[in-house]
Every structure is written in structure tokens, then in C-alpha cells.
């Protein structure tokens, strides 16, 4: 069965950071492409950052210089670093991930429970 679980989100002051993680079980995660997204509130969900099999990343622009994705294969987990924090990020956040599944060994698409990042003084 494919789940993800996300932690780290909380409430932070303009400024400051926060890592959020997802660890991933029932797929192969060296070769799952991983998202994380985001939902403001009366706002569409967005595609934050994306990370490749091989490492490959990608950022919207109005994160670009103060987030970072990363993988750990090894640990099956994804995460998202946060830095230099501001109202406008606050946000539900999303992980997502694409591959295979290991019991079916079909592809799965799977989205994480989300987790609230609130930003504010």
C-alpha cells in the first residue's frame, strides 16, 4: 500500500525556516518523481519544487533562493527546507510522488495528508 506522511509544518515569524518532511512507503523511491505543492487559503493549489529521480530540481519562482528540495533514498523521505519565511507562504502543504508500486508493481500517483505552514508575527 503507498502512503506518505508529512511532518514539520507549525507556525513560524516572517523570517524564519522550516524543513518539512514526507517519508514514503509501499513504492520504489529511488526512481518516484517527488513534488511538494501547496494551498493558500481561497487559492488554487501550486507546484512549489520538484526533484528527479536523478536529482533534477525544480522551483516556482517566488521560491527560488529560499527553498530547497531533497531526497534521501536511503530513508525513503523527501524534504523541503524552508528559509527566509514570508506571510505570503503560508500554506497547507502537499507532498506528492510518482513510480511504481511495490505490491503491484503498477504506477501510482499519491499525495501526502498535507501539512499546515503558518507564517506570521
Known amino acids: 500500500q503507498v502512503q506518505l506522511v508529512e511532518t514539520g509544518g507549525g507556525l513560524v515569524q516572517p523570517g524564519g525556516s522550516l524543513r518539512l518532511s514526507c517519508a514514503a512507503s509501499g513504492i520504489i523511491f529511488g526512481t518516484s518523481a517527488l513534488d511538494w505543492y501547496r494551498q493558500a487559503p481561497g487559492k488554487e493549489r501550486e507546484l512549489v519544487a520538484s526533484i528527479k529521480p536523478f536529482g533534477n530540481t525544480n522551483y516556482v519562482d517566488s521560491v527560488k533562493g529560499r527553498f530547497t528540495i531533497s531526497r534521501d533514498n536511503a530513508k525513503n523521505t523527501q524534504y523541503l527546507q524552508m528559509n527566509n519565511l514570508k506571510p505570503e507562504d503560508t500554506a497547507v502543504y502537499y507532498c506528492?510522488?510518482?513510480?511504481?508500486?511495490?505490491?503491484?508493481?503498477?504506477?501510482?500517483?499519491?499525495w501526502g495528508q498535507g501539512t499546515l505552514v503558518t507564517v506570521s508575527s
Open positions: 506528492h510522488a510518482r513510480g511504481v508500486a511495490l505490491d503491484t508493481m503498477r504506477s501510482f500517483d499519491a
